[in-house]
């Protein structure tokens, strides 16, 4: 209960009662802003909604072909900005940048950003579209890249819920559906989604069955939780509208590992299952899985969480052959590495197992797992193997002074948040916030976050005999000495010189302009987006920036420094502002973007 009344505050306050919450629209930094309203009614027979704010910019770019970046952003309130300084806590995340509060709850939104190379109204945001009623939703993630006519699924970390957008006809936008808390009660905390060919998607749900103790799932499952944000978490599958098709939970019937997976209540299965990063291949009838944290028992301020096995060290494989009855196949223990220090395992390489990704070309079947405590990057060359192995590759340590000079070469800690093949298999991103000051120990300075590529095709090539291995603090520090292992084609920092302010999601740009006129799909982005924000609340807030990062034809990293804030025309997108097109609610709090072309405009 403590959790739903702290963090999901008075967006479930607003889901129980019905009620409708602030107003304030039309801000004196926008003129001339066109509103248009598009709701739904929900399960609970109420009505949710997105409203639309068209600047006057949005109303004379809808004519020409554009792209869009969308950011789902959630506004900043007392309960994120009252959290006190973990920085001199050993082992917390750390990072809060003092700013101003914003006294009362403002409606969350999708922000829709000019990101048209060459525009006139380049990086502008031309529309925020606020949903309603719930506040404090705090936004956290859509879905990893988007594809024409696909539906925008954005999950509501806090108020457990998952919006449905429509996005054909931007910069505008439509609500096709949501689900509420009610309607997943087998699961809660939604984390992050994976669209599939046919429109529909996956999307994990980290934390437990809402209500302690035994839950039974539509397909016969029965397991026991502890509670809302708690263990064992869930993976869901929605219709294009966000309607709920099947539940199945994550949880192995027999527990997990009692040593490394720890329950707050203690549970009499342990499980490990808090699902978190999730991608799948649909040729191969296999989903991954990773599972991060017990959600609940990471947001405890002003203290850190109690124990740092409350932070996984599992992947998960599935096959999904049946889409609507997911079959949990195998969980797979990360292995820790040369740099793992018995005394400090927050930092070991296999802890908090935040992302997952798969490679994306019909003759490879590997995936990465990467962990945000741990620092390191790992791999499995068959996610079809009865029991995937998973074997470091890189740690975060070897970028280090080539996002920043100034950087260690210590991966410990980094806050490693996003991890992305591209779509040719050719390179793997990375974004990461970077290690706080102090999480060491007193005398670290931390270190600076960025982004940073890896060329992985001598790897992937290699197929199930590839022989890199991260087995010496050597290789940790500087990469692996196999001639197989991933190597660094480009780094990047953001916010060089500031500790824990880098980027912890990302998003790559897969479009490009041809010359019939119309945006296609292409398997070599030359761009990326990075958010600087992670969850408030664990203390890990970043500035609220959003920038753009160029990437060269061989992996080169470079940011775009014509992607300007349109107030203080610094680089980057600063949503640390006082007013919006929806009115002066001030700072806002960007969690996850998207690349996406109306539907008119693209081949």
């Known amino acids: 209960m403590r959790w739903r009344k702290t963090l999901a505050g008075a967006a479930v306050a607003a889901l129980a009662a019905g009620v409708v919450t602030a107003s304030g629209d039309n801000s004196p930094a926008y003129a001339d802003v066109q509103t248009f309203t598009d709701s739904k009614t929900a399960s609970d027979g109420k ?54 509060t914003n006294a009362l709850p403002g409606p969350d939104f999708l922000a829709v950003i000019d990101a048209t190379e060459g525009s006139p109204s380049y990086g502008k945001v031309v529309n925020t579209a606020t949903v309603g009623p719930l506040v404090e939703n705090e936004p956290h993630h859509m879905q ?58 996956y999307g994990t749900y980290m934390g437990g069955p809402v209500v302690p103790g035994p839950y039974t799932y539509a397909n016969g499952q029965t397991v026991v939780g502890n509670g809302f944000a708690g263990s064992p978490g869930a993976l869901l599958r929605f219709d294009r509208d966000g309607k709920v098709l099947s539940q199945t939970s994550a949880a192995t019937p027999q527990g997990d590992d009692e040593k ?36 609940r028992n990471i947001i405890l301020d002003p203290v850190k969480a109690p124990s740092p096995y409350l932070r996984r060290p599992t992947v998960r494989t599935w096959d999904i052959s049946d889409r609507n009855a997911p079959r949990l196949k195998a969980v797979s223990y990360l292995q820790n590495g040369p740099r793992a220090d018995p005394a400090d395992p927050l930092h070991q390489e296999s802890r908090a197992v935040m992302e997952t990704t798969v490679t994306n070309l019909p003759g490879h079947k590997g995936a990465f797992a990467q962990t945000m405590q741990g620092g390191a990057v790992h791999y499995t060359p068959d996610i079809t193997a009865a029991e995937p192995h998973w074997y470091e590759v890189f740690d975060d340590g070897s970028a280090g002074k080539a996002i920043y000079a100034g950087n260690d070469s210590n991966g410990g800690g980094s806050n490693g948040g996003w991890i992305q093949t591209s779509p040719d298999d050719k390179y793997l991103y990375r974004a990461i916030s970077g290690r706080g000051k102090g999480a060491l120990g007193p005398n670290d300075p931390g270190t600076t976050g960025g982004v940073y590529v890896l060329n992985i095709e001598k790897l992937l090539a290699a197929g199930t005999g590839f022989t890199c291995r991260i087995d010496t603090v050597a290789e940790a520090q500087n990469g692996g000495g196999e001639s197989d292992c991933p190597t660094l084609a480009g780094a990047a920092p953001i916010n060089p010189g500031t500790p ?5 999601w990302g998003a790559y740009d897969n479009f490009s302009l041809g010359a019939d006129g119309f945006y296609h799909e292409t398997s070599s982005p030359r761009r990326l987006a990075v958010s600087n924000y992670f969850v408030a609340r664990t203390g890990l807030d970043g500035d609220h920036k959003v920038n753009i990062v160029n990437v060269g034809p061989s992996g080169s990293l470079s940011v775009d420094t014509s992607f300007k804030d349109e107030f203080s025309g610094q680089v980057g997108i600063n949503f640390n502002r006082k007013d919006w097109p929806h009115g002066p609610f001030g700072n806002a709090k960007p969690h996850s973007e998207l690349f996406v072309i109306s539907d008119a405009d693209v081949k």
């Open 47 to 100: 009505q949710y909604w997105v409203k639309n704010h068209l600047t006057s910019e949005a109303q004379a770019l809808s004519a020409g072909r554009k792209k869009w970046l969308l950011v789902w952003a959630g506004d900043e309130n007392v309960a994120d900005t009252l959290v006190k300084d973990l920085k001199n806590l050993p082992g917390s995340l750390t990072g809060g940048l003092g700013k101003v």
């Open 144 to 201: 990893y890249v988007w594809h024409k006519g696909d539906t925008v699924y954005a999950g509501a970390l806090f108020a457990a819920a998952t919006y449905a957008f429509d996005v054909s006809a931007l910069p505008s936008l439509k609500l096709k559906g949501i689900s509420l808390p009610t309607n997943t009660l087998g699961g809660s905390v939604p984390d992050a989604y994976w669209t599939l060919k046919d429109g529909t998607a």
């Open 260 to 295: 490394l997976c720890l329950n707050l209540p203690r549970l009499g299965a342990p499980s490990c299952a808090n699902p978190h990063g999730i991608q799948a291949r649909e040729d191969l009838n296999i989903l991954v899985t990773s599972d991060y944290a017990e959600p």
């Open 500 to 504: 824990a302010a880098g980027p912890h």
